[in-house]
C-alpha cells in the first residue's frame, strides 16, 4: 500500500490550496479515510474523517466550513480543498487510511507542507 500526496505550497492568508492524495494497493473506496496535520510544535491532530461514504464526514472545527474532503473512486484518490487559509493552518498535511485484514492496519502517506504566509 502506498499513499502519496501533493498540492501543497506557499499561499497568501485567505488563499486556497488543493490537497491530492493518491493510493496504489488500496482501493480508497472501500476504506474510511482521514487527513491529518501537523503543525510545528504541535501534535499530530485529525482534520477531517471519512467514512464509508462521503456523507458520513466530520471535520475538526478549526476547519469546519473552509475545508472540503472529497473521493474519486475512478482515480483512486482523495482530496483536499482548503479555502479561506490562515496562519494556523501551516502544517505538513497527511493522508491516512485503515485497511482491515485480520486487523485495522494504518497506512499513511509522506506528507506535503502547507505554509500560509504573507
Known amino acids: 500500500v502506498q499513499l502519496v500526496e501533493s498540492g501543497g505550497g506557499l499561499v497568501q492568508p485567505g488563499g486556497s490550496l488543493r490537497l491530492s492524495c493518491t493510493a496504489s494497493g488500496v482501493s480508497l473506496s472501500r476504506y474510511p479515510a482521514n487527513w491529518y496535520r501537523r503543525a510545528p510544535g504541535k501534535e499530530r491532530e485529525v482534520v477531517v474523517h471519512?467514512?464509508?461514504?462521503?456523507?458520513?464526514?466530520t471535520y475538526a472545527d478549526s476547519v469546519k466550513g473552509r475545508f472540503t474532503i472529497s473521493r474519486d473512486n475512478a482515480k483512486n484518490a482523495m482530496y483536499l480543498q482548503m479555502n479561506s487559509l490562515k496562519s494556523e493552518d501551516t502544517a505538513v498535511y497527511f493522508c491516512?487510511?485503515?485497511?482491515?485484514?485480520?486487523?485495522?492496519?494504518?497506512?499513511w502517506g509522506q506528507g506535503t507542507q502547507v505554509t500560509v504566509s504573507s
Open positions: 491516512n487510511v485503515n485497511v482491515f485484514t485480520d486487523k485495522w492496519v494504518p497506512y
Open positions: 471519512m467514512g464509508y461514504t462521503e456523507d458520513s464526514t
